[in-house]
């Protein structure tokens, strides 16, 4: 099992920048799959961003409501995930979570993967966007 860490939320204007990083201990693995999801009040856990590595390469997905706002990225020497979110707006409220999954078949896959595809997760970061 990993552990993940979110840090870097906070509470910005609409059309401000934050990046969020998500920290994981315990094993490297050569393939993993990791992601960003978000939960508003009221609302069920949405995906937002995923990264896959695997022998297919580095993919990344972003949800409709972030494409062109938001950038998933990982650096593998600090085993941290990031997502850089641009030009926020007050919908882009929400306790951001990452995860994370070394599973093969996760990593391998092709498309946006499930909340259920992912074994770890962080506890979680509030960001909230004023109007």
């Known amino acids: 099992q990993v552990q993940l860490v979110e840090s870097g939320g906070g509470l910005v204007q609409a059309g401000d920048s934050l990046r969020l990083s998500c920290a994981a201990s315990?094993?490297?693995?050569?393939?993993?799959?990791m992601a960003w999801f978000r939960q508003a009040p009221g609302k069920e856990r949405e995906f937002v961003a995923a990264?896959?590595?695997?022998?297919?390469?580095?993919?990344?997905y972003y949800a409709d409501s972030v494409k062109g706002r938001f950038t998933i990225s990982r650096d593998n020497a600090k085993n941290t995930m990031y997502l850089q979110m641009n030009s926020l707006k007050p919908e882009d409220t929400a306790v951001y979570y990452c995860a994370a999954t070394a599973d093969h078949q996760v990593a391998a896959g092709i498309g946006m993967p499930r909340r259920a595809d992912f074994s770890s997760w962080g506890q979680g970061t509030q960001v909230t966007v004023s109007s």
């Open positions: 315990g094993r490297t693995f050569s393939s993993y799959a």
């Open positions: 990264v896959r590595f695997s022998w297919r390469g580095t993919n990344t």
